[in-house]
């Protein structure tokens, strides 16, 4: 299979098509199949002897190709299903551990002995929450992670949400591991600025993950004020 990447605005002209078609019966099988989602075209089946003058002469059509035999890690120019789910599910559950475990040996003790407001939640309300916000943003950035690799924004969006996601699990320990309310409060504002962040630039990418995010910058916030 050979992928055709989609022009810029993701639109082919009548006559740019009639050359792929020309070019792919030429040399190919003719069986043409339209990615929906990345808006590649996939011709499908060729001979082997045929691959390079094939490549030729779609790249003389200004089109840029990629073989479909690509590593077992990709799935065309996607991270594969199981690999994104990794690779989402492993930094989340990192940071929900060691959050937990920075905060459940103090919460009988050195937090029960914090002056709270009256609108603070019951303890037991904190880990159904927390819970539903770990699902929520690795949800999010496994959306992200099996995006087209070359899409523009993508690199950066991984960044940033790895960064708020380690600010996170800072936070806790920090918090309450070293029962620090200065360093904390630095360490929520780092971690609000990181998901502000992450929200817009996965606004762009893909807005499900965006709102997906939204909750938790509302969350800190919230726990900010507390």
């Not at 591991?177 to 600025?193: H, K, R």
């Not at 998901?195 to 990418?205: C, D, R, T, V």
Request: aromatic residues 14%.
């Amino acid at each position: 299979t050979l992928r055709v990447m989609p022009p810029a605005g993701m639109h082919c002209n009548t006559d740019i098509l009639r050359k792929l078609c020309d070019a792919w019966e030429k040399h190919g099988s003719g069986l043409i199949g339209m990615h929906g989602q990345s808006g590649d075209i996939m011709f499908q089946g060729i001979k082997t002897e045929n691959v390079q003058p094939a490549f030729d002469e779609l790249n003389e059509a200004g089109f840029d190709l990629q073989n479909g035999v690509t590593s077992p890690m990709m799935d065309g120019r996607r991270i594969d299903v199981i690999t994104a789910f990794l690779m989402a599910a492993i930094p989340v559950f990192a940071a929900s551990f060691i959050g937990s475990a920075a905060t459940m040996p103090v919460i009988p003790t050195w937090y029960a002995s914090l002056a709270k407001p009256s609108f603070n939640p019951p303890n037991w309300l904190f880990g159904p929450v927390w819970t539903l916000l770990y699902l929520m943003m690795a949800a999010a950035f496994y959306r992200v992670l099996r995006l087209p690799i070359d899409i523009t924004g993508r690199r950066t969006g991984i960044r940033v949400f790895l960064f708020q996601i380690a600010m996170n699990g800072l936070w806790s320990v920090v918090f309450f591991g070293y029962q620090s309310l200065a360093g904390g409060m630095f360490v929520v504002v780092l971690l609000w600025l990181g998901l502000a962040a992450n929200i817009i630039i996965f606004w762009k990418l893909d807005r499900i993950a965006a709102w997906l995010v939204i909750p938790c910058i509302f969350w800190f916030t919230f726990a900010a004020i507390l």
